[in-house]
């Protein structure tokens, strides 16, 4: 369950970052509406999932797959630049999140 919850919480930070690009600035109602929301779900999503979870594990996994998954929507759908040095950064992101993960196992 804490899992699923963190996966929830991810997607709707996510959502609210990808809110946050369409703002402009927060110039714009409906995007600003949407980035906080966004962040609202998300943060209620990852408190709840801090009561079985350790705060590290969760952070590692939030911070990592947020970014990557941010990353890829910029570089898919939003126009941003893919270079070598950006997917091989990825790469690490995801890469520290597992060794984390891997490290606090034992």
């Not at 990353?71 to 759908?77: E, Q, T, V």
């Not at 950006?86 to 790469?91: I, P």
């Not at 890469?95 to 034992?106: I, K, M, P, Q, R």
Request: proline share 2%.
């Amino acid at each position: 369950m804490p899992y699923f919850l963190l996966a929830a919480a991810i997607a709707a930070e996510v959502a609210g970052t990808t809110a946050m690009k369409y703002s402009d600035g927060f110039s714009k109602l409906w995007p600003s509406l949407g980035t906080a929301v966004g962040y609202l779900v998300a943060f209620t999503l990852l408190a709840q999932t801090l009561k079985t979870m350790s705060v590290g594990t969760a952070y590692a996994i939030w911070a990592g797959v947020g970014t990557a998954a941010i990353a890829a929507i910029g570089m898919l759908f939003l126009g941003e630049s893919v270079g070598a040095a950006k997917l091989a950064g990825l790469v690490l992101v995801i890469a520290g999140v597992v060794l984390l993960n891997l490290g606090g196992a034992h």
